[in-house]
């Protein structure tokens, strides 16, 4: 399977506080994307971090990309209880169909 | 832009009947996708077209579906007959297609199949 998987399954953290959630991927990849979801609801792309990138900043997001050990990391600081969603990596392999990972659940307690 | 619209937004038949999910894409974005999400298989790419052209059918889980893209504006997913495992949220999504963009997803479609 061409699937990532997040880790952790499952987070939750107090409001303020960063949440790090993590993606491996199993095949070589043109870019990777990262994808929130609120419950009920479609998924709307956050970042994408193309595959000679490193290192992407958006916001309150950070993310990174290791080729080498094919992962990826999200970090959202300073969360706020409207960071609560599920939060998807996707890979690309250069087709432009996206593969998505089994997602992190995060949930922020105010 | 009003988005990726899909129709309905909820479903409900009986097992055997067919159902046809509609999908109208961003105006402009080349690339067309059509996923299944489900608690135990997560996100599944069923289908994806380019410039109306079915590229790759591969995800789509049997004969019992199908997927059209007549013109640039819109596309549908047919299931017949429906099984309740076809139960999930379908989404469509679509894309400008050169592949440094990301997705835009619609609301999904939630269909039940008892």
């Known amino acids: 399977s061409q699937q990532g998987e997040e880790d952790p399954q499952a987070l939750s953290i107090q409001e303020g506080e960063n949440a790090t959630m993590n993606c491996s991927y199993k095949t070589s990849i043109n870019n990777l994307q990262w994808y929130r979801q609120n419950s009920g609801r479609g998924l709307v792309h956050l970042i994408l971090i193309r595959s000679n990138e490193r290192e992407k900043h958006s916001g309150r997001l950070r993310v990174t990309l290791d080729t080498s050990k094919k992962s990826s990391s999200l970090l959202i600081t300073a969360s706020r209880a409207a960071d609560t969603a599920s939060y998807f990596c996707?890979?690309?392999?250069?087709?432009?169909?996206?593969?998505f990972g089994t997602g992190t659940r995060l949930t922020v307690i105010p | 832009d009003a988005g990726v619209i899909q129709s309905p937004r909820h479903e409900v038949t009986e097992m055997g009947q067919e159902v046809t999910l509609r999908c109208k894409p961003i105006s402009g974005h080349n690339s067309l996708f059509w996923y299944r999400q489900t608690m135990m298989r997560g996100l599944e790419l069923l289908i994806y077209f380019n410039n109306n052209v079915p590229i790759d059918d591969s995800g789509m889980p049997e004969d019992r579906f199908s997927a059209k893209m007549p013109n640039a504006s819109f596309s549908t997913l047919k299931i017949q007959p429906s099984e309740p495992r076809d139960s999930a949220v379908y989404f469509c999504?679509?894309?400008?297609?050169?592949?440094?963009?990301?997705?835009?997803f619609g609301s999904g479609t939630r269909l039940t199949v008892v």
């Open positions: 999504a679509s894309s400008l297609p050169t592949g440094n963009y990301g997705y835009t």
């Open positions: 996707a890979t690309d392999a250069g087709a432009n169909n996206l593969f």
